[in-house]
């Protein structure tokens, strides 16, 4: 996606939300969202940190940096992505269609 941080437009989905305006975000479209706060993703047994929710926004974004900077690796292949921790696990894995990688959440 090219985001630097991890956003949603699901309110719903984050665990204890922060209700804070912090900022705008502009997309390659020329949108621009409205960040209005943040908190933890839960996908089944996986968190993940620090996710802007950003209003309107109508797909997951996640940011392969943030990931990183997680202690998690992120690995893409010609058909498939994943997401590890540093045991090797997969977190979360996903695949590529249209030469985007989607995660299965």
């Known amino acids: 996606s090219g985001c630097s941080k991890h956003?949603?437009?699901d309110r719903s989905q984050l665990i204890n939300f922060?209700?804070?305006?912090?900022g705008t975000v502009r997309f390659g479209n020329d949108h621009v969202a409205k960040i209005m706060?943040?908190?933890?993703?839960q996908i089944g047994n996986v968190t993940i940190s620090?996710?802007?929710?950003a209003e309107g926004l109508g797909h997951n974004l996640f940011s392969v940096g943030q990931f990183c900077d997680s202690d998690l690796e992120v690995a893409f292949r010609q058909h498939t992505c994943f997401i590890r921790n540093l045991d090797g696990v997969d977190m979360l894995t996903g695949s590529r269609g249209n030469n985007l990688y989607t995660l299965s959440l």
Request: hydrophobic share 30%.
């Open 7 to 9: 956003m949603t437009g």
């Open 50 to 53: 620090r996710v802007y929710y």
């Open 18 to 22: 922060v209700q804070k305006f912090l």
């Open 37 to 41: 706060g943040y908190r933890d993703y």
